[in-house]
């Protein structure tokens, strides 16, 4: 028995509907399979941005050209596995030097090329990805220890104290500034925590307990610095002990009392009985641990290098 020219029609349809079908459903699997590879493609992208990004600021930092941070930026781009002109990878990398603190902007692009989804006349798809980083002076400091330090405590060339050292207390009279290499004394940050210049050992303590964590943001150029007034205080000494074998940021000043930097003191001793002294060192670098403390702050005065090392971090 033969088909009827109407079954022959219905089963025409039926095909041209199952082939469009199959396409559809073709192309969704590509879209969700192609989705996911571009997905982990762009992860990995930005992975290498970010590394290309940190390469050209601690080159610039110790360069300062920003030719060569752009070679530093590429040449880690290369080390992952993204070449510049193969395979459509492109490495655009921008070095602004501000005032403050020069930026830098890496972008990474590179296609990625469709399993399925060329079928609905997508072959490819353009990934890229952005990152950037700051390098300079530290002008601001995130949870800072109420304390400051002289500037003749760094060295004639410009570089921090790496060794041991102790520090004492001014004496009993009106002088409250530390003066000298040997001095240091607490303060209160009087904008900074929002007390008066006056504080006394108790506001002291409170924001010793939040060093590293809850305690004053510092910032060049906006914050006041007040020593407490110079006398005893010997509970706070007990306190610091607590952070003995921690690093934390501190505030460098001049002779007259003025903010002038700030540094990074690593804390190895803290005596409150008739010597009333602490013991530490500053650090000549303001990466890993204790980096994240070390911030830039591009709409205040700029930081100096002075007081320690370039602060190098990612800013997205």
Same mark, same amino acid.
């Given at each position: 028995?033969?088909?009827?020219?109407?079954?022959?029609?219905?089963? /025409?349809?039926?095909?041209? &509907?199952?082939?469009?079908?199959?396409?559809? &459903?073709?192309?969704?699997? /590509?879209?969700?399979?192609? $989705? $996911?590879?571009?997905?982990?493609?762009?992860?990995?992208?930005?992975?290498?941005?970010?590394?290309?990004?940190?390469?050209?600021?601690?080159?610039?930092?110790?360069? !300062?050209?920003?030719?060569?941070?752009?070679?530093?930026?590429?040449?880690?781009?290369?080390?992952? $596995?993204?070449?510049?002109?193969?395979? !459509?990878?492109?490495?655009?990398?921008?070095?602004?030097?501000?005032?403050?603190?020069?930026?830098?902007?890496?972008?990474?692009?590179?296609?990625?090329? =469709?399993?399925?989804?060329?079928?609905?006349?997508?072959?490819?798809?353009?990934?890229?990805?952005?990152?950037?980083?700051?390098?300079?002076?530290?002008?601001?400091?995130?949870?800072?220890?109420?304390? &400051?330090?002289?500037?003749?405590?760094?060295?004639?060339?410009?570089?921090?104290?790496?060794?041991?050292?102790?520090?004492?207390?001014?004496?009993?009279?009106?002088?409250?500034?530390?003066?000298?290499? !040997?001095?240091? =004394?607490?303060?209160?940050?009087?904008?900074?925590?929002?007390?008066?210049?006056?504080?006394?050992?108790?506001?002291?303590?409170?924001?010793?307990?939040?060093? %590293?964590?809850?305690?004053? +943001?510092?910032?060049?150029?906006?914050?006041? &610095? $007040?020593?407490? %007034?110079?006398?005893?205080?010997? %509970?706070?000494?007990?306190?610091?002990?607590?952070?003995? !074998?921690?690093?934390?940021?501190?505030?460098?000043?001049?002779?007259?009392?003025?903010?002038? /930097?700030?540094?990074?003191?690593?804390?190895?001793?803290?005596?409150?009985?008739? +010597?009333?002294?602490?013991?530490?060192?500053?650090?000549?670098?303001?990466?890993?641990?204790?980096?994240?403390?070390?911030?830039?702050?591009? %709409?205040?005065?700029?930081?100096?290098?002075?007081?320690?090392? +370039?602060?190098?971090?990612?800013?997205?």
């Amino acid at each position: 028995m033969h088909a009827s020219p109407s079954q022959n029609s219905e089963r /025409g349809q039926v095909l041209a &509907i199952f082939a469009l079908a199959l396409v559809a &459903i073709i192309a969704m699997t /590509g879209l969700v399979l192609d $989705g $996911g590879s571009t997905f982990v493609q762009r992860r990995d992208m930005q992975n290498v941005a970010d590394a290309a990004a940190m390469a050209a600021a601690y080159d610039y930092a110790n360069t !300062g050209s920003p030719s060569s941070a752009v070679a530093a930026a590429k040449a880690a781009a290369v080390a992952n $596995g993204y070449v510049e002109g193969t395979d !459509g990878v492109a490495v655009d990398v921008v070095v602004d030097e501000g005032a403050v603190a020069t930026t830098i902007e890496v972008s990474v692009g590179k296609p990625h090329q =469709n399993s399925f989804s060329g079928i609905v006349g997508m072959p490819e798809w353009d990934v890229s990805t952005t990152a950037t980083s700051i390098a300079g002076p530290a002008n601001s400091a995130i949870g800072a220890a109420p304390i &400051i330090f002289n500037e003749d405590a760094f060295n004639p060339n410009n570089t921090p104290q790496t060794d041991d050292q102790w520090y004492n207390e001014p004496g009993t009279g009106t002088d409250d500034v530390p003066e000298g290499a !040997g001095e240091f =004394n607490w303060t209160v940050y009087c904008t900074a925590s929002g007390n008066e210049c006056n504080g006394d050992s108790n506001d002291v303590s409170e924001l010793i307990s939040g060093t %590293n964590e809850s305690g004053s +943001t510092i910032t060049l150029g906006d914050t006041d &610095i $007040g020593p407490l %007034n110079a006398g005893a205080h010997a %509970n706070l000494f007990s306190n610091l002990a607590a952070l003995v !074998g921690e690093c934390f940021p501190v505030s460098i000043v001049a002779d007259d009392g003025t903010f002038v /930097g700030i540094s990074m003191f690593c804390l190895t001793g803290s005596v409150g009985g008739e +010597t009333k002294s602490i013991s530490g060192y500053f650090l000549t670098s303001y990466q890993g641990d204790v980096g994240w403390q070390m911030r830039i702050n591009p %709409n205040s005065a700029p930081g100096t290098s002075v007081f320690g090392a +370039t602060a190098v971090y990612l800013v997205n």
